[in-house]
Nanobody
Framework: QVQLVESGGGSVQAGGSLRLSCTAS????????MGWYRQALGQQRELVAM???????EYADSVKGRFTISRDNSKHTVYLQMNSLNPEDTAVYYC???????????????WGQGAQVTVSS
């Protein structure tokens, strides 16, 4: 069964940096768009950044110029480099894949388990 495993969350002071990783496990033939979402306490989940299989990226206005999304297709992994973090970035960050083709078929809309990011002032 396909799973997305996240790593790299943690606590940092304002102005600091963190890097999140999310790797898809299983026998994978192809992966579609990969993205990062976040959900702060009491807030709705929001898109942070996404990257297509061809490498085109888009970002939420709130993170443009500070966050960078990238992917390594050979490792089935998506990354989120977060710089100049501020307390408003505190949230649980979830990775998402819109479609994965595996030896067991195609699966849509897969989510990681979430990684807590806490930024203190």
């Amino acid at each position: 069964q396909v799973q997305l495993v996240e790593s790299g969350g943690g606590s940092v002071q304002a102005g600091g940096s963190l890097r999140l990783s999310c790797t898809a496990s299983g026998i994978i033939f192809s992966i579609g768009a990969m993205g990062w979402y976040r959900q702060a306490l009491g807030q709705q989940r929001e898109l942070v950044a996404m990257i297509t299989s061809g490498g085109s990226a888009e970002y939420a206005d709130s993170v443009k110029g500070r966050f960078t999304i990238s992917r390594d297709n050979s490792k089935h992994t998506v990354y989120l480099q977060m710089n100049s973090l501020n307390p408003e970035d505190t949230a649980v960050y979830y990775c998402n894949v819109d479609r994965i083709a595996t030896n067991r078929g195609v699966k849509d809309d897969i989510w990681g388990q979430g990684a807590q990011v806490t930024v203190s002032s």
